[in-house]
């Protein structure tokens, strides 16, 4: 069973535009969401994160958005640029546990010139 | 830099082998965890160190994964009698402590198992 779900497996995007990326959560429980940043052959870096008590967090370019009574969290670039091409992954976890990440499936994005 | 190491990058064995991966943690981080993360997919929570101790080893598939860590820094992730299915990237990440959110994650280590 899922518990955290990026349906998009890619999202290709014209520089300069913004992009949104998307993840969806089923466990109410969840009270921390982080966003990771992976380029091949590397390990995820971590990018921006939101706790469940604030509905949005922002990060220079980076924006992300919680909708507790969706569920829903989104990420927003803004501008995109080529060096953002890159798999986004969303992650959730809960403080009063472990801290261990439940990750989405990934999503490909493509910042094209 | 002194980022999260991981060592072998690249490891391919047989059948039924015993393998080891190692994690050299950032100094001074006391959170140690290690995911698995298969093709297409996002990184699978394994197990998590706090200390010299492991705290939560709910994510361990079965018992031919161990996982130690003896002086609460380098960490060793065991795995016997490997099967095909064990292949995948295996992710190791520390932080500061168990109420910091931020996990840093080393490179990996690619598993196959042919």
């Known amino acids: 069973d899922q518990q955290v779900k990026q349906n998009s497996p890619s999202l290709s995007v014209q520089e300069g535009r913004i992009s949104i990326l998307n993840c969806d959560y089923t466990n109410s429980m969840f009270d921390y969401f982080l966003w990771y940043k992976k380029y091949p052959a590397e390990g995820p870096t971590f990018l921006i994160s939101?706790?469940?008590?604030?509905d949005k967090n922002e990060d220079g370019r980076f924006t992300v958005f919680l909708n507790k009574s969706a569920k829903h969290l989104s990420l927003h670039i803004v501008p995109s640029q080529p060096g953002d091409s890159a798999v986004y992954f969303c992650?959730?976890?809960?403080?009063?546990?472990?801290?261990?990440?439940?990750f989405g499936s990934g999503t490909r994005l493509l910042v094209r010139p | 830099g002194a980022g999260v190491s991981q060592t072998p990058s690249n490891k391919v064995t047989e059948k039924g082998k015993y393998v080891e991966l190692r994690c050299d943690p950032i100094?001074?981080?006391?959170?140690l965890y290690w995911y698995r993360q298969s093709l297409g997919q996002g990184p699978e929570f394994l197990i998590y160190?706090?200390?010299?101790?492991?705290?939560?080893d709910s994510g361990l598939p079965n018992d031919r994964f161990f996982a130690v860590r003896p002086e609460g820094s380098v960490s060793t992730l065991k795995i016997q009698r490997t099967e095909r299915g064990d292949s995948a990237v295996y992710l190791c990440?520390?932080?500061?402590?168990?109420?910091?959110?931020?996990?840093?994650f080393g490179p990996g280590t690619r598993l196959t198992v042919l």
């Open positions: 100094s001074g981080h006391t959170a």
């Open positions: 160190f706090q200390g010299t101790g492991a705290a939560d």
């Open positions: 939101i706790s469940s008590i604030k």
């Open positions: 992650a959730a976890t809960r403080m009063d546990s472990s801290y261990k990440l439940i």
């Open positions: 990440a520390s932080s500061p402590g168990s109420t910091y959110n931020e996990q840093f």
